[in-house]
């Protein structure tokens, strides 16, 4: 379904130029500290140019190359945990204004500059940001917030920087949103079938999720009966 929405704007492009040991990270380090980058970047299959990207079991990949996140999301993480937080401060590659990240449909297409992106998953907050952020109970609290951001597929590489626009180009029907995804990884396992219906938008770390989370119910069923 093609969407009319007014186009919005890439305001940073962030990457890490190295890991930080620092923080507490599964993999012993982390890519986290996103800095603003000027100039050009080239966005690829395999995410920012240039980027660091740790734990490649948990983060990066085809499905989660690029991970956007809004101005407004990023003035509420400010004033939820009265941190001062500019352009890359939640690990984000993209800040962008006029984009509704956070309620961003699953497998909704994004021409930004010069590539074409495509909405794949949420993120799920873990102890590195916590602790990135100095906030030791931020995982629930974020959570609770529902502004997960966006984690998206480049289908087009090409070349992007602050003050590119963002335009949505088509967005499917089913209606699931990156806040549905998180909520249903974490808290509200109700909204599972509600996400099944994104299953072939949705990147291949979440359609394991379902699989599993599926397998779990028939052997419940089948114990309890």
């Known amino acids: 379904m093609l969407n009319a929405d007014a186009p919005g704007r890439i305001e940073s492009v962030n990457r890490a130029a190295r890991a930080r040991y620092d923080l507490p990270a599964r993999a012993g380090s982390t890519g986290i500290d996103k800095q603003p980058v000027i100039g050009p970047v080239r966005l690829g299959a395999g995410g920012v140019e240039g980027d660091t990207i740790v734990a490649l079991d948990d983060h990066g990949g085809p499905d989660q190359a690029v991970y956007a996140y809004s101005v ?16 890359g401060g939640a690990g984000e590659n993209l800040t962008v204004s006029g984009v509704d990240c ?21 993120r799920t907050p873990c102890r590195t940001f916590a602790g990135f952020l100095g906030v030791p109970d931020l995982v629930k609290r974020f959570i609770a917030g529902g502004r997960p951001g966006a984690y998206l597929a480049v289908v087009q590489p090409g070349t992007v920087r602050a003050g590119d626009p963002v335009r949505v180009l088509d967005r ?16 509200d396992r109700d909204r599972v079938p509600h996400v099944a ?3 072939e938008f949705l990147g291949a770390r979440e359609r394991a999720w379902l699989e599993r989370v599926h397998d779990a119910r028939v052997r419940g069923a089948a114990a309890a009966g």
Request: glycine letters at 8%.
């Open 172 to 187: 499917p029907d089913h209606g699931v949103t990156t806040a549905d995804v998180m909520a249903a990884r974490t808290v």
């Open 72 to 87: 407004d999301d990023l003035r509420w993480l400010a004033t939820e945990f009265d941190r001062s937080v500019g352009p």
């Open 102 to 122: 956070s309620h961003a449909v699953i497998g909704e297409r994004w021409q930004v500059g010069g590539a074409v992106l495509q909405v794949r998953a949420a």
């Open 197 to 199: 219906a994104a299953r």
